[in-house]
Nanobody, 121 residues
Framework: QVQLVESGGGLVQPGGSLRLSCATS????????MGWYRQAPGKERELVAIITDGGSTVYADSVKGRFTISQDSAKNTVHLQMNSLKPEDTAVYYCDAWVRRYINTYYHNYRGQGTQVTVSS
């Protein structure tokens, strides 16, 4: 089985920074994309940022210029550097990945358990 484990969440004041990390474990042949979603109380889950195996990135408009996604392909790890945090960034952040476990198999989607990010003074 493939597991995604997030770390780095916590409480931060408005304008502060946090760095989230997502480590993978299990049998992995290749990863097509890794990314971050978030869900705030009473709201739907939304895309924050994704990065492809080729290094292309996509960001939600609300985080452009403030968040940066990066990956360590050798370690199958993804990071999310979050700067200039706002109260509206408060949410549970989930790591997400499309993974091929073995050659000649399909990609399947996996998600972590989530890490809480709270932006408050």
């Amino acid at each position: 089985q493939v597991q995604l484990v997030e770390s780095g969440g916590g409480l931060v004041q408005p304008g502060g920074s946090l760095r989230l990390s997502c480590a993978t474990s299990g049998s992995i042949f290749s990863i097509r994309t890794m990314g971050w979603y978030r869900q705030a109380p009473g709201k739907e889950r939304e895309l924050v940022a994704i990065i492809t195996d080729g290094g292309s990135t996509v960001y939600a408009d609300s985080v452009k210029g403030r968040f940066t996604i990066s990956q360590d392909s050798a370690k199958n790890t993804v990071h999310l550097q979050m700067n200039s945090l706002k109260p509206e960034d408060t949410a549970v952040y989930y790591c997400d990945a499309w993974v091929r476990r073995y050659i000649n198999t399909y990609y399947h989607n996996y998600r972590g358990q989530g890490t809480q990010v709270t932006v408050s003074s």
